[in-house]
């Protein structure tokens, strides 16, 4: 008998495995057991990587958006203490009064 990677089918299984082997008796029967269930698990752990693995790129496109966003969020954090202390700045009153009607 195989153990199919399915993991709904595979849980089922399990007590099916264990009344055989406990009929059996012998160590055959549990070394049988055990390796049909480490299969199943191998079966069901290749299954769940690659599902994984297929769902993976969203997760990764968000974390570059996120990492994009964090860096745009302190240029222009930078960028608005640039432009307070420009205007700030003593020639900026120069300047203003220079530009004011007269």
């Known amino acids: ?30 070394r049988k057991l055990a390796a049909e269930i480490h ?10 990587t690659a599902e994984r693995a297929g769902k993976q790129p969203p997760f990764d496109t968000n974390t570059r958006i996120l990492a994009s966003l964090a860096t745009l969020h302190e240029r222009t ?12 700045a003593p020639h900026a009153a120069h300047a203003e009064a220079d530009l004011a009607p007269v």
């Open 39 to 48: 299969s199943g698990l191998d079966a069901l752990r290749a299954r769940l």
């Open 77 to 88: 954090a930078q960028t608005d203490e640039a432009l307070e202390a420009l205007a700030s």
């Open 1 to 30: 008998m195989s153990i199919s990677p399915n993991a709904g089918q595979f849980s089922s299984l399990v007590p099916k495995l264990r009344t055989e082997a406990a009929v059996h008796g012998t160590s055959g029967g549990r």
